[in-house]
């Protein structure tokens, strides 16, 4: 089991920046995917960036340069620095682990933060 505890989030205009950090109850270096998801009421949950265990990165293109995701094995955390936040960007951010590497297979796993709210006002 991975407690995952959101934080960083807060309002801010559009243009400024943002550092959301996800603190880990255990350590995360036998986590396969740690990721950032948003959503926002009536729409799905969706992808924003993801870090695999070897520290290869992904991006959806809508933060394609401009947000920028790090994982920290050593305290067990996941971080998303966000910088020129558009009001599109507003959202309740979710933090996931996703799969436990065992040193031969992933085991299924899916672990989800409570969510922290970003707002991005124009």
């Known amino acids: 089991q991975v407690q995952l505890v959101e934080s960083g989030g807060g309002l801010v205009q559009a243009g400024e920046s943002l550092k959301l950090s996800c603190a880990a109850s255990r350590s995360i270096i036998d986590i396969n995917t740690m990721g950032w998801y948003r959503q926002v009421p009536g729409k799905q949950r969706e992808l924003v960036a993801s870090?695999?265990?070897?520290?290869?990165?992904n991006y959806v293109d809508f933060v394609k340069g401009r947000f920028t995701i790090s994982r920290d094995n050593a305290e067990n955390a996941l971080y998303l620095q966000m910088s020129s936040l558009r009001p599109e960007d507003t959202a309740v951010y979710y933090c996931n682990a996703n799969g436990r590497w065992t040193g031969k297979y992933i085991l299924p796993a899916d672990y989800w933060g409570q969510g922290t709210q970003v707002t991005v006002a124009s």
């Open positions: 870090v695999a265990r070897g520290g290869r990165t």
